[in-house]
Every structure is written in structure tokens, then in C-alpha cells.
T-cell receptor, first 113, second 111 residues
Framework: KQEVTQIPAALSVPEGENLVLNCSFT??????LQWFRQDPGKGLTSLLL?????REQTSGRLNASLDKSSGRSTLYIAASQPGDSATYLC????????????FGGGTRLMVKP | NAGVTQTPKFQVLKTGQSMTLQCAQD?????MYWYRQDPGMGLRLIYY???????DKGEVPNGYNVSRLNKREFSLRLESAAPSQTSVYFC??????????FGPGTRLTVT
């Protein structure tokens, strides 16, 4: 069974820092991996989707990388801002499980002014 | 373009009562999903519908039923609510195996 782990569970940084959030998964047979952001009391907002054949995807200050063979993905946030404070979730879609996503537990990020 | 909408936003039920959570999407997606989110358990898939006319069980289907009413709408029904079903419920949609887009959620409390 696919398991997805995100470490750390919580992170607090001063504004302006570059930071890396980690996601690891146990089964490398994935179709794609998606990063989400969730604000308190809200739904999930899709940030980036990386297909299994890709190494990275970029959107603005966000860069997500994927190393399928080692079961790892990272989300890099450049020049962090207080507005980046949220919980970040990664989810993998196994290549043999239809459209189902398996989610990690999330990293709760606080960026202090 | 509203994306994925869910009703109601909040609901309190007594044990044994029934209710239906509604979800609609206007992105012409073929696949739709129902998740629940619980502290310490993360997001777990309850049911999904890969296309109109099909539904499949996810990780935690017990106590729930679903209906894919048409391409736009996917409902989740609790026939006899239990306190263990207290959770936040999210509906999502996607075009096949591509990005999933989520609704704002329904906060359900069963007393």
C-alpha cells in the first residue's frame, strides 16, 4: 500500500527565507504527484502537478521536483512571504490505482513578518 | 466559472439521521471524488466516479453511498449518521488523471 510522508509536520521561518518542503512515498510506481496549499478552514488549492516523466515544475516562486526512483519530491518556495503561511500537502497518484490520490499528512508553514 | 461548489457549508446531525451532501463542478471534468479530512488521519478517499454512470469505492466507503447524477453533479449520502462520521468533507473533480480541483468543504458534526 502506498504511503506518503511529509516532514517536517510544522515549520516556522522569518520572511524572506528560501525554504524546502519534503514529501516521500513508498511505491515509486506513480503516475503523477500534486502539491496543494490549504488555508485554515478552506479547501485545497492546487499548486503544481508533476507527471512521472518530469523532473520538475515551476510556477512563480514555487518549484517542485520529483525523483521517482528514490520516492521523493520537494517543494521549494523562494523569498517566502507571510501570505505563504498555510498547510502544504503532497499527493501521489499510483500508476495502477485509477484516479485515486494518496495524501501526505501535510507541513504547516508559518512565515513570520 | 465557479469551479467546484458544495452544499451545505456546515451541518449538525443527530446520530441516526440521514443527509445528502451535494457537489457540482462547471469545468466539464469527467472524474469526481469525495474525501474526508480528519485531524491526524489526513485526507482519505471515500468514493469516486471516473466517468458519468460509474462509481467506485475508495479507502473508507463504509456508511456512505454516492450518486453520479450527471456529468456535473456527484452527491454523497449518509443513511444513518454516526459520531465517527464527524469530519470535513471535500468534493473534487479532474479531467481523467490530471489535476484535481477541490471544493470549499462541508463541516459535519454528528452528535
Amino acid at each position: 500500500k502506498q504511503e506518503v510522508t511529509q516532514i517536517p509536520a510544522a515549520l516556522s521561518v522569518p520572511e524572506g527565507e528560501n525554504l524546502v518542503l519534503n514529501c516521500s512515498f513508498t511505491d515509486s510506481a506513480i503516475y503523477n504527484l500534486q502539491w496543494f496549499r490549504q488555508d485554515p478552514g478552506k479547501g485545497l488549492t492546487s499548486l503544481l502537478l508533476i507527471q512521472s516523466s518530469q523532473r520538475e515544475q515551476t510556477s512563480g516562486r514555487l518549484n517542485a521536483s520529483l525523483d521517482k526512483s528514490s520516492g521523493r519530491s520537494t517543494l521549494y518556495i523562494a523569498a517566502s512571504q507571510p501570505g505563504d503561511s498555510a498547510t502544504y500537502l503532497c499527493a501521489v497518484r499510483p500508476s495502477n490505482a485509477g484516479n485515486m490520490l494518496t495524501f501526505g499528512g501535510g507541513t504547516r508553514l508559518m512565515v513570520k513578518p | 466559472n465557479a469551479g467546484v461548489t458544495q452544499t451545505p457549508k456546515f451541518q449538525v446531525l443527530k446520530t441516526g439521521q440521514s443527509m445528502t451532501l451535494q457537489c457540482a463542478q462547471d469545468m466539464n471534468h469527467n472524474s469526481m471524488y469525495w474525501y474526508r479530512q480528519d485531524p491526524g488521519m489526513g485526507l482519505r478517499l471515500i468514493y469516486y466516479s471516473a466517468s458519468e454512470g460509474t462509481t467506485d469505492k475508495g479507502e473508507v466507503p463504509n456508511g456512505y453511498n454516492v450518486s453520479r447524477l450527471n456529468k456535473r453533479e456527484f452527491s454523497l449520502r449518509l443513511e444513518s449518521a454516526a459520531p465517527s462520521q464527524t469530519s470535513v468533507y471535500f468534493c473534487a473533480s479532474s479531467y481523467a488523471a490530471y489535476e484535481q480541483y477541490f471544493g470549499p468543504g462541508t463541516r459535519l458534526t454528528v452528535t
